[in-house]
């Protein structure tokens, strides 16, 4: 890597706040902990998470469960909530429900947006979807997830818990108001292989924790690699954001699609 990747590397890996050094053990407590503090400071119910049966939700989802359990130990009352959103039938559906014998939700809600969705569509196809009416209708089924979790946090005083990581915030991936609307992030600063070295720990399932990352939003193409889509590895933007070198072009489409995607990861700009 050039100084220049290399100075602009540093900066990143501080913005996204990945550590120097990684204990899993360490990891898991503190984000447990993070969790249950918040149900203490604010009062909430407990916790909404959407399960899609990749490694992400299914930790973030086990870290919920374990606050949840936390603060009812102490005497409290928390509940973790489970939500399966798919988009009429999930082809990978095995793999949901097995994260979610890995997690042990206290309750799982099923909620199909697929008439949401094609609603949503045919309402705003006349303004012209154009060519990638496929890539659109995948942001709109991200949304209506979100919707559906936030209606169902609203209606229990719950708190809705997002899955962005290090690896993805870095490369901007994820829809805006979508998986990447919620109320806390207890995945922030873990890399790809953090996050599975975390459900590892925990016990999930190697199919889980081994499971080829895809968002699957594309109804035309369905179960696309995340790899594919971001045109480099995520072993190539964990060495990145842990600091070591990676290749040239690796390295500049890393720091580029950072760039380009600055707006996902900043709030709303304000006049002043």
Do not use: W
Not at 76 to 90: E, H, S
Not at 120 to 136: C, I, K, N, T, W
């Amino acid at each position: 890597m050039n100084p220049e990747s290399r100075y602009l590397q540093e900066l990143i890996i501080a913005e996204l706040g990945v550590p120097a050094r990684f204990d899993v053990d360490t990891e898991i407590e503190q984000r447990v902990e993070f969790l249950a503090d918040r149900l203490r400071t604010t009062g909430a119910a407990g916790y909404v998470l959407a399960i899609s049966g990749g490694v992400d939700s299914a930790v973030g989802g086990r870290l919920g469960q374990l606050a949840v359990e936390r603060i009812r130990s102490e005497g409290g009352q928390a509940t973790f909530i489970a939500m399966r959103l798919p988009y009429g039938v999930q082809a990978d559906e095995a793999d949901a429900q097995r994260a979610l014998q890995f997690i042990k939700p206290d309750e799982t809600l099923d909620v199909n947006i697929k008439p949401a969705t094609d609603a949503m569509v045919e309402s705003v196809r006349h303004a012209g979807l154009g060519d990638r009416e496929d890539f659109h209708v995948g942001n709109i089924k991200a949304r209506q997830r979100m919707v559906s979790q936030y209606v169902v946090a609203g209606a229990r005083g719950a708190l809705v818990i997002g899955t962005d990581h290090a690896a993805e915030a870095v490369m901007g991936f994820f829809t805006k108001y979508g998986d990447g609307a919620c109320d806390l992030t207890p995945l922030s600063g873990l890399n790809k292989r953090r996050v599975r070295a975390v459900g590892e720990r925990l016990g999930a399932d190697p199919e889980t924790t081994g499971k080829v990352p895809t968002a699957d939003l594309e109804t035309n193409n369905p179960g696309v690699p995340d790899e594919a889509v971001l045109g480099v590895t995520y072993d190539e933007i964990d060495d990145f954001l842990e600091g070591l070198d990676v290749d040239d072009k690796a390295a500049s489409t890393i720091i580029a699609t950072h760039r380009r995607t600055a707006h996902k990861r900043a709030v709303p700009l304000a006049f002043s």
